[in-house]
Nanobody
């Protein structure tokens, strides 16, 4: 599965953005999905994840209020809505996919939980 993330850009503090993740494979609906980000000089960190059917969502504690992950399995897309953006949100954002595993919800926040990664989409938040 190849993934393509899009929707990044340069915004101001307080603005909102919606990132999209589009797969090359129509079976994407069978995969759990996650968003991670990596700022300059930092390691890749977990942002949000969503289960195969979309019934369960998970967030990094600091993003739980401002970010919303969703998926549209009819359109084969996963989204990350980011509200009230802050300069600290500046990073490259990556979407990732994990084939179904019964224990995925035990380590969805780890990069090792995902088999497929897209290229990053850059988000820059100015103060």
């Amino acid at each position: 599965v190849q993934l393509r993330a899009s929707g990044g850009g340069l915004v101001q503090t307080g603005d909102s953005l919606t990132l999209s993740c589009a797969p090359s494979d129509c079976t994407f609906r069978r995969y759990a999905a996650g968003w991670f980000r990596q700022g300059s000089g930092n390691r890749r960190e977990f942002v949000a994840a969503i289960s195969v059917g979309g019934a369960r969502t998970y967030y990094a504690p600091s993003e739980k209020v401002r970010f919303i992950i969703s998926r549209d399995n009819e359109k084969n897309m996963v989204y990350l809505r980011m509200n009230n953006l802050k300069p600290g949100d500046t990073a490259d954002y990556f979407c990732a996919a994990a084939p179904y595993r019964s224990d995925w919800n035990g380590y969805y926040y780890e990069t090792t939980a995902y088999d497929y990664w897209g290229q990053g989409t850059q988000v820059t938040v100015s103060s």
